[in-house]
């Protein structure tokens, strides 16, 4: 049976975690976003774990950020033991009164082995699948400076020709006007971006933020990047755009190029690059774009259950 402990019971049994966004520091700064959160294990098995946010009767992991999922012991866990928590987990979806739960998976970068256990279980046990969103993430590891296509280089070569500059800015000003560019680019492409500055800036609290920008020669942001350091190995954009009027210049290829080099000496082995489209469709130009900066594609698996 699964029931509800305490944060500090939870965080005892769980002290490490897959990703950033199931952090006890990272749910304490969303919980204000739902009505309540709920730490769930079984009362017999302290292997596996789940936080979910519940807002008008409905549980989701996450309740704000691009994936949730499940605290484990480790990848390895026996099949039974993933399969049975779910099934419980019906069980006190049911028994709580609750509309629904829904659940996004982290993409396979993050949990392979466990996310092909959990997406058979969710399935065998009657769970829907949405449209998996296609993810992109790229290896840099085996980053060695050569591209899917040579147009890359040629756009790299044609931004350092007209004078950008790239650069990771630490003062508020710099900060402030590389989340206006993004901003911006979300605008043009009617798109909403769901986080303020400020949110970023408490993130600051939480994970190390990173900020770049690419300028113009007279010092004008034309090209934008956010990126949170809560992983060991994986460094998550979480916000990457341009001014689109001025696209031409190579101002994406120029800042991909230098995001690699610049986590690769970092030590980083992956950055996650996140979906590549909305709600399951995925934008053609996007995935066409990271794949020709020689990103990895995967899916973002996202299953819900109606009592």
């Known amino acids: 049976m699964i029931v509800e402990v305490s944060r500090e019971e939870y965080k005892r049994h769980f002290s490490t975690d897959p990703h950033i966004f199931i952090n006890d520091g990272f749910i304490a700064n969303v919980e204000n976003k739902c009505d309540r959160v709920v730490r769930l294990m079984k009362d017999d098995e302290s292997s596996i774990g789940l936080i979910l946010g519940i807002k008008d009767g409905v549980a989701k992991s996450p309740f704000s950020a691009p994936f949730g999922g499940f605290h484990y012991s480790h990848e390895y866990l026996f099949y039974n033991i993933v399969h049975d928590f779910i099934s419980d987990l019906k069980d006190y979806i049911a028994s709580q009164g609750l509309k629904a739960v829904q659940i996004t998976l982290p993409p396979d970068l993050y949990q392979i082995n466990m996310n092909a256990k959990l997406v058979n279980a969710f399935i065998r046990l009657g769970f829907t699948m949405e449209n998996p969103d296609i993810t992109h993430w790229a290896d ?22 007209h004078g950008l500059t790239w650069s990771l800015v630490t003062d508020m000003e710099s900060k402030k006007e590389a989340y206006e560019v993004i901003l911006q680019n979300r605008e043009q492409l009617g798109r909403k971006i769901y986080m303020t500055f400020d949110d970023l800036l408490g993130m600051e609290h939480i994970v190390p933020v990173d900020f770049f920008l690419v300028r113009e020669s007279n010092g004008n942001g034309i090209g934008a990047g956010i990126f949170y350091r809560g992983h060991e190995k994986i460094v998550i954009g979480i916000f990457l755009g341009d001014d689109m009027e001025k696209r031409n210049l190579g101002t994406m290829n120029f800042l991909y190029k230098n995001l690699y080099e610049y986590y690769k000496e970092m030590g980083f082995s992956f950055l996650d690059l996140g979906i590549s489209g909305l709600a399951g ?5 996007l995935v066409r774009f990271k794949e020709l900066h020689n990103c990895i594609a995967s899916l973002r698996h996202t299953l819900s259950w109606t009592p």
């Open 140 to 161: 840099l590891k085996n980053f060695d400076g050569t591209w899917t296509k040579n147009m890359v280089t040629q756009n790299c070569r044609k931004a350092v020709k």
């Open 281 to 285: 469709e995925p934008n053609a130009g």
